[in-house]
């Protein structure tokens, strides 16, 4: 059984920074890409980045190129959101995901993605 569990959010001020971490266990880690979504009140769910099961290819929505760095540990299997230089649009509960299939390349659309973990809030103030 796969699961993922999510560390790291909190409130922070804007231009601020924070790590988002997950932990995945009952699959192999290794074989999987894995992405980060978010959602925020009264909003659907967006993808925010993702990385292929490698490692080496890496995608980002245009609203956080830039600021936030996916990556990934596949000794620790986790993956990790560097987000930095942080706006209180960012502002929002975010869910780490892991691929449907293997050796995927780092899908965007939630669709793909068969497993996500609980969210962790970041709220970001002004």
């Known amino acids: 059984q796969v699961q993922l569990v999510e560390s790291g959010g909190g409130l922070v001020q804007a231009g601020g920074s924070l790590r988002l971490s997950c932990a995945a266990s009952?699959?192999?880690?290794?074989?999987?890409?894995m992405g980060w979504f978010r959602q925020a009140p009264g909003k659907e769910r967006e993808f925010v980045a993702a990385?292929?099961?490698?490692?080496?290819?890496?995608y980002y929505a245009d609203s956080v190129k830039g600021r936030f760095t996916i990556s990934r540990d596949n000794a620790k299997n986790t993956v990790s959101l560097q987000m930095n230089s942080l706006k209180p649009e960012d502002t929002a509960a975010y869910y780490c995901?892991?691929?449907?299939?293997?050796?995927?390349?780092?899908?965007?659309?939630?669709?793909?993605?068969?497993?996500w973990g609980q969210g962790t809030q970041v709220t970001v103030s002004s």
């Open positions: 009952g699959r192999t880690f290794s074989n999987y890409a």
């Open positions: 995901a892991q691929d449907r299939v293997e050796y995927g390349s780092g899908p965007t659309f939630p669709s793909r993605y068969g497993y």
């Open positions: 990385i292929s099961w490698h490692g080496r290819d890496t």
